[in-house]
């Protein structure tokens, strides 16, 4: 399987941007990155996810690069509910081969 | 949209017992479901695949008779530990694939709660 690479963790300041790094450099044509999240004592919850093409969603923007060895997942403006263990996760994209092998993920930290 | 639901939440039993959980997808079909387990600070494992009408497929080193999957309908997947022992104690938690079905969008994992296991 693919790996990642995560740092361990990050901190921030509330209401400021946050750059959560990845990389993975054996990436094949076909993995997706995906991003998840986990608070403690929940399930992991859906980031975003993308193949090639930088994307946006209500919850962050996730920017690849152009070699897809690397990625960021950028949340906007940090809250105090964004503290949380964040996933990057390469995955194939169907059925039952999008199984995803989690990490130990970066640990996202947000002082008020 | 995209809500998985576990059923129960927390769990206490005594050891030797057998508990099942439950793992719903409230607002679309999953045709695949996964299992994962994480013990206290460490990441999530997975344990198994559940497949709707067909049997499970486990991961390495997870006993397919101890870790009962029953995938009986396209909405609903239940992990059965059977005789169960202190060392089984563990967060349990569900996902439901959600297929996009478009030809370049991935399929998507949404995860249920999660279930805390403690067996005395």
């Known amino acids: 399987d693919a790996k990642t690479t995560q740092p361990n963790s990050m901190e921030s300041n509330e209401e400021e941007p946050v750059h959560l790094p990845c990389n993975h450099s054996?990436?094949?044509?076909?993995?997706?990155i995906h991003w998840y999240r986990q608070l403690p004592s929940q399930g992991p919850e859906y980031v975003i996810h993308?193949?090639?093409s930088n994307v946006n969603n209500r919850m962050a923007s996730l920017a690849i690069a152009e070699d897809r060895k690397s990625s960021t997942l950028i949340l906007h403006r940090a809250t105090l509910r964004d503290a949380a263990v964040y996933y990057c996760i390469l995955g194939l994209d169907t059925g039952a081969n999008s199984k995803l092998t989690f990490g130990k993920g970066i640990t996202l930290s947000v002082r008020p | 949209g995209a809500v998985v639901s576990q059923h129960p939440s927390r769990v206490i039993c005594k050891s030797g017992t057998s508990v099942k959980i439950e793992c719903r997808s409230l607002d679309f079909q999953a045709t695949t479901m996964f299992w994962y387990r994480q013990f206290p600070k460490q990441s999530l494992m997975l344990m198994a695949t559940?497949?709707?009408?067909?049997?499970?497929?486990?991961e390495q080193g997870v006993e397919k008779d101890k870790f009962l999957i029953n995938h009986a309908s396209l909405t609903l997947s239940t992990l059965t530990v059977t005789s169960a022992h202190p060392e089984d104690s563990s967060f349990y938690i569900c996902s439901a694939l959600w297929t996009s079905g478009g030809a370049w969008e991935a399929d998507t994992q949404y995860f249920g709660p999660g279930t805390r296991l403690t067996v005395l």
């Open positions: 054996t990436i094949s044509g076909t993995d997706y």
């Open positions: 559940s497949n709707e009408g067909s049997k499970a497929t486990y």
């Open positions: 993308g193949l090639t």
